[in-house]
């Protein structure tokens, strides 16, 4: 796991949010909140993900769904949902966690998280990766 090792402390040690790694070499890195920067990971790197390590500051169901879909094969959460670590476990993915919660909440913390809800109505991570990255579209469009 000395991939997931260099993205835990590389995390750690710049503040980041994100931080993604293969072979040794850092592929990604971002301080973006939420799912943003792992959608751009996504984006940019596409296959290249596979067999990669990531640490990630909150890892809820659809940032696990997303790894899942990715075939990332490592994840470190500091924060981690029940159903996150649930979900990893499902798609063999190994994972690390300092704490676990009931659920992510949304930025203002008055509700559930929308990519949350929206996660668990998902069975697949193919179906998973569409129906996310849709709301993730629709609610940048709404900010701006």
Same mark, same amino acid.
């Given at each position: ?22 072979? +040794? ?17 996504? &984006?940019?790197?596409? +296959? &290249? ?24 094969? =490592? ?8 159903? =996150? ?52 579209? &629709? ?6």
């Amino acid at each position: 796991m000395k991939d997931l090792e260099v993205a835990k402390a590389e995390l750690k040690k710049h503040g980041l949010n994100l931080v993604v790694v293969k072979d +040794g070499r850092i592929l990604f890195e971002t301080r973006e909140h939420g799912l943003k920067g792992l959608f751009e990971a996504i &984006e940019k790197l596409g +296959g &290249e993900l596979d067999g990669s390590s990531a640490a990630d500051r909150i890892v809820g169901l659809a940032a696990a769904l997303l790894c899942a879909y990715v075939k990332v094969k =490592a994840v470190y959460a500091v924060v981690a949902s029940r159903k =996150a670590l649930e979900a990893l476990e499902k798609h063999g993915v190994y994972v690390e966690f300092e704490e676990v919660v009931p659920v992510i909440l949304n930025r203002n913390k008055t509700g559930v998280c929308p990519f949350e809800k929206l996660a668990a109505e998902i069975s697949n991570v193919e179906e998973a990766y569409e129906k996310l990255r849709g709301l993730e579209r &629709e609610l940048r469009l709404n900010m701006t």
